[in-house]
């Protein structure tokens, strides 16, 4: 596994839990907005028995470990870590694109994940033009279903920005995900990181987005703006 950084503690990757963040370099997209563009090609890269010595030395301290990206379930590996992990009896988050419904099923199956947030970029339509990539949608409607038939803890989410998320696609989505969970609304925020550029895209005013999520809140157990 290609992990090239470790938050040591978070208290906002994983809902109501403190956590250890494991960053995977690398993605199969390049979406202009994304806020991690240092690490797709990053080269630093830090030893997996370190991460998991440091894992066990802190149990007193950490209770979960999410593991984000950069997309993990490029990696057939993500299944051994994840493993490993698990059986130092820490409870697992994973942030995926859905790409890989497969990896997905099978985690879910064997039990070794606890949590699951899941980006949903826009509508099906429009999936290539958001992320700058071929995309199988079939695979991303797969993932959504894997997810929503788990018996586990998710979200789905949407990084809503002026340029490149309309009103109509949020609506879009919320139809597509009726019956979900958790469906999250994140507003996008500008800084060094952003792949495409600073000051190149902008968020949505607030006002906006209680208005959109006042139209489909009553398609999820829990809609919130972040």
Same mark, same amino acid.
């Given at each position: 596994?290609?992990?090239?950084?470790?938050?040591?503690?978070?208290?906002?990757?994983?809902?109501?839990?403190?956590?250890?963040?494991?960053?995977?370099?690398?993605?199969?997209?390049?979406?202009?907005?994304?806020?991690?563009?240092?690490?797709?090609?990053?080269?630093?890269?830090?030893?997996?028995?370190?991460?998991?010595?440091?894992?066990?030395?802190?149990?007193?301290?950490?209770?979960?470990?999410?593991?984000?990206?950069?997309?993990?379930?490029?990696?057939?590996?993500?299944?051994?870590?994840?493993?490993?992990?698990?059986?130092?009896?820490?409870?697992?988050?994973?942030?995926?694109?859905?790409?890989?419904?497969?990896?997905? &099923?099978? %985690? !879910?199956?064997? #039990?070794? /994940?606890?949590?699951?947030?899941?980006? =949903? $970029?826009? +509508?099906?339509?429009? @999936?290539?033009?958001?992320? &700058?990539? %071929? !995309?199988?949608? #079939?695979? /991303?409607?797969?993932?959504?279903?894997? =997810? $929503?038939? +788990?018996?586990?803890? @998710?979200?789905?989410?949407?990084?809503?920005?002026?340029?490149?998320?309309?009103?109509?696609?949020?609506?879009?989505?919320? $139809?597509?995900?009726?019956?979900?969970?958790?469906?999250?609304?994140?507003?996008?925020?500008?800084?060094?990181?952003?792949?495409?550029?600073?000051?190149?895209?902008?968020?949505?005013?607030?006002?906006?987005?209680?208005?959109?999520?006042?139209?489909?809140?009553?398609?999820?157990?829990?809609?919130?703006?972040?």
């Amino acid at each position: 596994m290609d992990i090239c950084e470790m938050e040591k503690s978070s208290f906002i990757d994983y809902p109501n839990k403190i956590s250890t963040v494991l960053f995977i370099k690398g993605c199969n997209f390049r979406c202009p907005y994304c806020h991690n563009s240092h690490i797709l090609n990053s080269k630093e890269s830090i030893d997996e028995t370190y991460i998991l010595t440091f894992l066990e030395n802190r149990k007193k301290y950490i209770e979960a470990v999410t593991i984000t990206g950069g997309e993990p379930t490029l990696y057939n590996e993500l299944y051994t870590l994840i493993s490993k992990i698990k059986n130092k009896n820490f409870y697992v988050k994973l942030d995926t694109n859905g790409t890989n419904p497969d990896m997905l &099923n099978r %985690l !879910v199956q064997d #039990n070794l /994940i606890d949590y699951i947030a899941m980006d =949903i $970029k826009t +509508s099906f339509s429009e @999936y290539n033009k958001v992320t &700058n990539s %071929l !995309v199988d949608i #079939n695979k /991303i409607k797969k993932s959504i279903k894997v =997810i $929503k038939n +788990s018996n586990i803890d @998710y979200e789905f989410r949407t990084t809503v920005c002026k340029e490149l998320i309309s009103e109509y696609n949020i609506l879009d989505i919320a $139809k597509h995900l009726n019956g979900s969970q958790k469906y999250i609304l994140q507003n996008f925020r500008d800084g060094d990181t952003i792949l495409g550029g600073i000051n190149k895209y902008h968020s949505y005013k607030l006002e906006k987005l209680q208005e959109i999520k006042c139209i489909i809140e009553n398609s999820f157990d829990v809609c919130i703006i972040r």
